[in-house]
């Protein structure tokens, strides 16, 4: 896609996001957004169907960040480093922290996780579900792969260990983002990724 058509898209997807995170997903038309921007209708359909596939453009765009921030061949270069103790913690930090960045440009994830995004029906949940799976499934490999290092417990269930950060990441998002603190702190980030080596770490040291 040209230069501009892609700026055209990402202004739709930023028109419509606002609205569905002030109007309510059901209460937000296309009619709006093309008012909004000042284009016809027939532009929206250039690139969306309807507003769902709007929505699920979003979801994407965030699976996709997740994908690369946990992206298995830096994790096995990384690896084949033999790396201490503190140098991993120091490196799922940096991958937590991502994680926590993404979910942060995005907050409507979070609020469609949460259910909080008025007038969405079966087919949006079932497909932020999708999305949900997705990303464990993206985790779940990293894990398999500590495993299979040796630097993770062999008996540990990938998808329930994925699963688990995930859920704690969202959480995490979700109340931070309710009082206003900021969850891209160092110490929040580091303490999760202690909490989270430290469950599943070959040697529970400190």
Known sequence: MPPKGERRKQQIIDTAKKMFLEKGFQSTHIGQVCEELDIARGTVYQYFSNKKEILYAILDTVAESIDDNFDLDDLKDFLHEKPENDVIIEFIDKRIASCLTVFSEEPIVIKLIFREIPGTDDEVVEKVSDFLGRIIATLSKEISTLC???????????????????????????????????????????????????????????
């Open 148 to 206: 299979d290092a040796g630097i993770f417990k062999k008996e540990i269930s990938p998808g329930i260990t994925a699963s688990m950060l995930i859920g704690s990441i969202m959480m995490i998002v979700y109340q931070y983002t309710i009082t206003n603190k900021n969850y891209l702190d160092k110490k929040v980030t580091t303490t999760i990724a202690k909490h989270y080596l430290h469950g599943v770490y070959l040697n529970n040291g400190d």
